[in-house]
């Protein structure tokens, strides 16, 4: 079992830059891919980054070039720095993790989301 805490989330106005934190109740390297993902009313929960246990970083179109997805291991904890917020980033941002087992079972956990609000 992983428990996954947010924090960081708020209102700040459009070109402002916002970091959110995941804290991990497990050490981090030992989870095969950690992300976070954004959703508003109405609508699918949908990748913003992700980080896998090599490292390995993914975005999502709308974000490249304005947010970074890092990790400190000692900390147990992943990053998501937001820079140059639009209004349509306004959303609540979760961070997920899916770890693997032994035989090849994989177990998602969920944060319980941090609410982001871009102002124009």
């Known amino acids: 079992q992983v428990q996954l805490v947010e924090s960081g989330g708020g209102l700040v106005r459009a070109g402002g830059s916002l970091r959110l934190s995941c804290a991990a109740s497990?050490?981090?390297?030992?989870?095969?891919?950690m992300g976070w993902y954004r959703q508003t009313p109405g609508k699918q929960r949908d990748l913003v980054a992700s980080?896998?246990?090599?490292?390995?970083?993914n975005y999502a179109d709308s974000v490249k070039g304005r947010f970074t997805i890092s990790r400190d291991n000692a900390k147990n904890t992943v990053y998501l720095q937001m820079n140059s917020l639009k209004p349509e980033d306004t959303a609540v941002y979760y961070c997920?993790?899916?770890?693997?087992?032994?035989?090849?079972?994989?177990?998602?956990?969920w944060g319980q989301g941090t609410q982001v609000t871009v102002s124009s």
């Open positions: 980080i896998t246990s090599g490292s390995v970083t």
């Open positions: 497990i050490s981090i390297p030992s989870i095969n891919h």
């Open positions: 997920g993790a899916t770890t693997i087992g032994p035989r090849g079972i994989a177990n998602d956990y």
